[in-house]
Every structure is written in C-alpha cells, then in structure tokens.
C-alpha cells in the first residue's frame, strides 16, 4: 500500500451527527523569522521543536535608512520646488534607485 508509512495523527476522520469529513496533514516544517535594525534571522523548525537550521544575515536597514534621510532633507530644504528642478529632482531619484537596488539585492540574498 502506497501511505503504509503515514502516522496516525496525518489522517483524521470526523462524523458531525450527519456527515462525514476527512483531513489530510502533511508534516511542515515551521520557520521563524526575526527582522531587527541590523540583523535578519531565520530559523527553522520541525513539528516536534527541533532546530533543523539557524542563519543569521547582515540587514543594510542602516544604508536605506541613510539615503531616504537624505532624501527628506532636500525635500525639507526645497519644499515646494524640489518637484520643478531637475537637478534636485534627478538626486532624488538616483538616491530612491539605491534604495530599491539595496533591498532587491538583500532580498535576492536572503531567497537564495
């Protein structure tokens, strides 16, 4: 038989006064993940609390968090005309790509 090696626990059967339902539980794995100012961790879990993996990961929180600063700075210094020049607004921009290529990269570094 093909699910002779399934435990107990994985099929469940219930009768509610008039019908039947079955459920089917597959075994997972939990992961939990731990997002702080300078540090990512992940770890990984089987159902009965064993640890299978801790990694810990270098979060660039701080580089992001630098350049949008400066971001706000030139808006707070250019008010309501850092929207019409080019070269404020061109800095902006340049500023807002790092960001975005900063948490691109790290998220493709984690997913790997």
């Not at 699910?3 to 626990?9: C, E, F, L, T, V």
């Not at 008010?79 to 960001?99: D, M, N, Q």
């Not at 975005?100 to 997913?111: E, L, P």
């Amino acid at each position: 038989m093909k699910y002779r090696n399934w435990d107990n626990y994985e099929i469940v059967v219930k009768y509610d006064g008039e019908n039947f339902s079955t459920s089917i539980y597959f075994k997972k794995t939990v992961m939990a993940i731990d997002l702080n100012f300078d540090s990512l961790t992940l770890a990984v879990f089987t159902l009965n609390d064993r640890l299978i993996r801790l990694k810990r990961f270098r979060a660039p929180l701080r580089k992001i968090l630098t350049h949008r600063i400066w971001i706000e700075r030139v808006q707070k210094r250019y008010p309501s005309s850092w929207r019409f020049i080019k070269g404020v607004r061109r800095a902006i921009e340049k500023h807002c790509e790092r960001i975005k290529s900063i948490s691109w990269d790290y998220s493709h570094k984690i997913g790997d």
